[in-house]
């Protein structure tokens, strides 16, 4: 597993469609608590034609053993290609 924060990835101030953009040519699933304006945004990225490695959506009230739990879940149970082009909670709510 590789995570590159925001910061690290110099992120910050970045619109939500470039985000994906990197993201894609990364080959990166998006991690990321923008719930109100991200799943918009992935939805016009899909149309668009463009693919994504996958976007997961974590509510900033989630406790973090919890999300971490469940990242590390998904890494060690699944493919990368089950998550390419979906967008999904975690955990799940």
Same mark, same amino acid.
């Given at each position: 597993? @590789?995570?590159?924060?925001?910061?690290?990835?110099?992120?910050?101030?970045?619109?939500?469609p470039d985000? #994906? =953009?990197?993201?894609?040519?990364? @080959?990166?699933?998006?991690?990321?608590h923008?719930?109100?304006?991200? %799943?918009?945004?992935?939805?016009?990225?899909?149309? /668009?034609g463009? /693919?994504? %490695?996958?976007v997961? #959506?974590? /509510?900033?009230?989630? %406790?973090?053993?919890?999300?971490?739990?469940?990242?590390? #879940?998904? +890494?060690? =149970?699944? @493919?990368?290609?089950? +998550?390419?082009?979906?967008?999904?909670?975690?955990?799940? /709510?």
């Amino acid at each position: 597993m @590789d995570f590159l924060s925001a910061n690290e990835a110099k992120l910050e101030g970045v619109p939500d469609p470039d985000v #994906l =953009g990197l993201a894609a040519e990364q @080959d990166r699933i998006l991690v990321t608590h923008d719930r109100q304006t991200m %799943p918009w945004h992935f939805a016009d990225f899909l149309l /668009s034609g463009r /693919s994504c %490695p996958g976007v997961f #959506l974590v /509510s900033q009230h989630a %406790p973090i053993g919890e999300v971490i739990d469940a990242l590390v #879940l998904i +890494w060690a =149970g699944s @493919d990368v290609e089950e +998550w390419k082009n979906r967008i999904v909670n975690i955990p799940e /709510s």
